[in-house]
């Protein structure tokens, strides 16, 4: 067993806690005007937010503090729990229906997104997988095919929700991790066609991911409709300019942008604090890409250093995808802003993941 350093990353929580501290900010500031329309009290998402935010650094503290190699040992029987949950969560009755998707369970602020739950079982699953075969990983039928069996059932199950935002995060972490364990270039290439192929099955066989294509290509096409998010989010982000409005000054979330604490928080946010302030929130994302990548290099054993691949590519790509949409690069999904949007089962998964990435950090002779 490596000897374990005195203290964790501190660069890393440094970051986490900047960004964490931003998110709570931002979630009042973007939430204040539609909490007091709808529920009386302009505090209403961000008191909730302090809570979730609360479980999260309780539970990111608790992992900090459990071996890594406690993941490969229980592997096996977490992904079997969240696969359970996943299943639990599509039973009317069960799993509670929010804008179209049937995907949390619980009672009200106290519910669970269980697909949040599995991305991180199964980049725990995936690295003890990878760490214990990466000899056959070259392997069409040996490596690749038996790695992703368990990913694609998990996706088809989160599809039926359905979530293709969180299915892809979780497929597309995947891959990363397979990449980085030694896959193959035409593997992998074969994969890209077939995935193309899978998305436009998607796309038709369900109109209103048709609606969000055309109009992620022409959202003034359709602008009271399927363009809607899209532009209003460009007219949040268009006159913050360099230093923006100034906090809490943002004119789009006076009900014109839907929900604007959630999936579409960065726009609020460059709307307020400007390219300034959303160049900053970059720069914590990288500083924290970094140190995640700094920590999967030296980690001392290939599980660890696949587990921490897995964790720092699930929130570059779900940041990626976040930015993406509320910029009008990709089409809209919904895809929450790692510790900054509105979201308890996001937030929480969030910080137990970096709480992982801090406990191998302890490992590591840099």
């Known amino acids: 067993m490596p000897v374990k350093k005195n203290s964790p990353d501190l660069i ?5 806690f900047a960004l964490l501290a931003f998110g709570l900010i931002m979630v009042y500031s973007s939430s204040a005007i539609w909490a007091e329309f ?58 509670n229906v929010r804008n179209g998707s049937r995907s949390w369970i619980g009672v009200g602020a106290f519910s669970i997104q269980p697909s949040e739950f599995m991305k991180l079982a199964m980049i725990a699953f995936l690295a003890k997988y990878l760490s214990e075969r990466q000899k056959f990983i070259t392997s069409l039928r040996k490596g690749l095919v038996p790695s ?38 035409l593997h992998f290439a074969g994969l890209i066609l077939l995935g193309v192929a899978g998305f436009a099955g998607l796309i038709i066989s369900a109109p209103y991911r048709i609606k969000r294509i055309t109009s992620f290509l022409d959202p003034w096409s ?28 943002s004119r789009q979330k006076f009900f014109y942008l839907p929900e604007p604490q959630t999936d579409f928080i960065f726009a609020i946010l460059a709307e307020e604090l400007g390219f300034i302030g959303g160049s900053l929130i970059l720069l914590l994302f990288a500083l924290l890409l970094w ?14 250093s696949f587990l921490a691949v897995g964790i720092i590519s699930m929130v570059a790509i779900q940041v990626m995808i976040n930015i ?18 509105y979201g308890g089962s996001s937030l929480t998964l969030m910080l137990m993941a970096i709480g992982v990435l801090l406990n191998i950090s302890r490992y590591v002779k840099y």
Do not use: H
Request: hydrophobic share 55%; with cysteine; aromatic share 12%.
């Open 324 to 341: 993406g949409v509320v910029t009008g690069l990709m089409p809209v999904t919904g895809i929450t802003l790692p510790f900054l949007s």
């Open 222 to 249: 359709d602008p009271q409709d399927s363009g809607f998010q899209i532009i209003q989010s460009l007219y949040a982000i268009g006159p913050g300019g360099l230093f923006g409005l100034g906090l809490g000054e």
């Open 38 to 95: 709808k529920f009386n009290d302009s505090f209403f998402f961000a008191k909730r937010q302090v809570l979730f935010a609360g479980v999260g650094i309780a539970a990111m503290f608790f992992i900090m503090n459990i071996n890594y190699l406690t993941w490969r040992t229980w592997a096996k029987v977490i992904i079997i729990i969240c696969f359970f949950l996943l299943l639990l969560v599509l039973v009317p009755g069960v799993g």
């Open 12 to 16: 890393l929580l440094a970051v986490t």
């Open 291 to 304: 140190r995640g990548i700094k920590i999967a290099l030296g980690a001392p054993d290939l599980f660890g």
């Open 148 to 185: 992703l069996g368990l990913v694609f059932i998990a996706f088809a199950l989160i599809m039926l929700q359905p979530d293709l935002g969180t299915g892809t995060v979780m497929v597309g972490t995947c891959l990363v991790m397979i990449f980085v364990a030694g896959g193959r270039i």
